[in-house]
């Protein structure tokens, strides 16, 4: 099929590739002209395990090019994807200007049937807005599809090409048809589409994302009870995961839910219910309890150094959101960061992939380390924000040598306790005793 992707951020660029991988013809389409510029020069701009092999293989044949221009984009696109930005506006509710913006471009170029999708996560009626829009600007007959994403930055490839379902929201079968043939290489092994109508569709993801990000500050919460009452939080993650009704994953505490989606997502579905005249009340208690999370970390640096921190240095280890990532959207690290500045402190930091993208929203504010190492170099603590496998195992005779202190704050439940009692740190964890 003849495919057109508008936005070529992490969904647009993974979705784009992805479906030229099956054999699609791809145009990606961005107003950023020196992002364009550098897929057409082969580089990938953002940092994601696995997409570069595809990337270079279909460019290669042909199969994916780039551009800035939406009318030599979609003109023959028999289906047209929206991967466009939906960020909270004033109010905290989703921007819709971006996707209606866009919807008003393609209106004026169309001269025969296409399919809009929307990949991004918008509100409920959002695809009734966009059909709006068409029927205000043309003739051309098109249907408007909700086909939300819900891929993981850090293993977007390996959702895309095998995910866990397919959500299609669209009454249109010719539409429903389409879809379901580009998908179909998708769910070979028997992985569900469940087609629906748009709204459910649009509600599906945001329920998914609030869900999440509620699992998350739930356990936040369990591990901030554990460490009053003297439990640890790794056993209590164990003792409830195993029940097939709870699930193991997504149990970890730490330092609050950050990304370019959970905080935004949960925020736009409460803004939503609001204006629909509903109080989603544990919406509002998972964003209050997430912002006290984000502090969680420097609290206990500043209890520890009894107040006051100027002058002193700290390391932190972490930048991403997330591991296996270069986002660094609402990322915890940059409200640590923060914190440790305004109260006088110096922090150096490495990351493994989001150096540059800190380096540009910093600048010298604070120090940058060419390796763990490195950050470590006299800093009074350290201080771990993102589970990067290269900080699990670290060489702790080299971080003895480089550290003024063996004092270790860490967000994310690296160390075993036991390890880092036989080793003479101090360290302080989420859920767990503090040991020394
Ligand atoms: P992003 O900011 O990384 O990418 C958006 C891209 O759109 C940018 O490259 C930007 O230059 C481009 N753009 C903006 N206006 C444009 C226009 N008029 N024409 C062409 N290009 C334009 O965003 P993202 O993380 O890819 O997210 C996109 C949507 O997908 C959001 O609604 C988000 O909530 C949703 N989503 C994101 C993820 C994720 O993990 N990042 C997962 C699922 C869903």
């Excluded at 007959?141 to 086909?147: C, K, Q």
């Excluded at 940058?368 to 195992?393: C, H, K, M, P």
Aim: glycine residues 8%; proline residues 4%; charged residues 25%.
């Amino acid at each position: 099929m003849k495919i057109a992707v508008i936005g070529t951020g992490y969904v647009g660029l993974v979705t784009g590739t992805c479906l030229a991988e099956t054999g699609n013809n791809v145009i990606c389409v961005d107003i950023v002209e020196e992002k364009v510029n550098k897929m057409k020069a082969g580089q990938i701009p953002i940092y994601e395990p696995g997409l570069d092999v595809l990337f270079h293989r279909n460019i290669a044949q042909g199969r994916l090019s780039f551009t800035t221009n939406l009318a030599e984009g979609i003109k023959d696109a028999q289906i047209i994807f929206m991967a466009l930005p939906t960020p909270p506006g004033g109010d905290g509710a989703a921007d819709l200007s971006y996707i209606l913006g866009a919807a008003k471009d393609i209106s004026k170029l169309i001269t025969e049937y296409k399919v809009i999708v929307n990949k991004s996560t918008v509100p409920v009626g959002t695809a009734d807005k966009v059909a709006a829009v068409f029927k205000e600007h043309t003739n051309v007959e098109v249907d408007v599809v909700s086909n939300p994403e819900f891929l993981r930055e850090g293993v977007a490839v390996e959702d895309f090409m095998k995910p866990d379902r397919v959500v299609i929201g669209t009454r249109s079968e010719k539409a429903q048809k389409l879809m379901g043939e580009l998908y179909a290489p998708y769910v070979r092994q028997g992985n569900p589409i469940y087609y629906m109508d748009e709204r459910s569709s649009e509600l599906t993801k945001y329920a998914a994302n609030s869900f999440l990000a509620t699992k998350i500050t739930f356990m936040n919460e369990v591990a901030n009870l554990c460490e009053i009452v003297g439990a640890d939080v790794d056993m209590v993650r164990k003792g409830i995961g195993s029940d097939d009704r709870i699930g193991k994953r997504f149990l970890f505490p730490g330092i609050g839910y950050g990304g370019s989606c959970f905080p935004k997502d949960v925020q736009a579905l409460e803004k939503a219910a609001v204006e629909h005249k509903y109080d989603f009340k544990i919406l509002k208690a998972v964003m209050d309890v997430n912002e006290k999370q984000k502090t969680i970390l420097t609290d206990k640096v500043l209890q520890y150094f009894k107040g006051d921190v100027k002058g002193k240095k700290f390391a932190l280890w972490g930048l991403a959101f997330k591991p296996e990532t270069d986002d660094i959207r609402e990322a915890p690290a940059l409200y640590i960061i923060n914190d440790l500045l305004a109260a006088g402190a110096e922090v150096t930091v490495f990351d493994p992939e989001a150096m540059a993208n800190v380096k540009a929203l910093l600048g010298d504010k604070i120090n940058y380390a060419n390796d763990q190492y490195e950050a470590l170099e006299g800093a009074d603590a350290l201080l771990i924000a993102t589970e990067w496998s290269v900080f699990r195992n670290p060489d702790f005779d080299k971080m003895e040598e480089v550290l003024k202190n063996k004092v270790v704050f860490d967000g994310r439940n690296l160390f075993d306790l036991q390890k880092m009692i036989d080793l003479g740190y101090y360290y302080n964890s989420i859920g767990r005793k503090i040991v020394s």
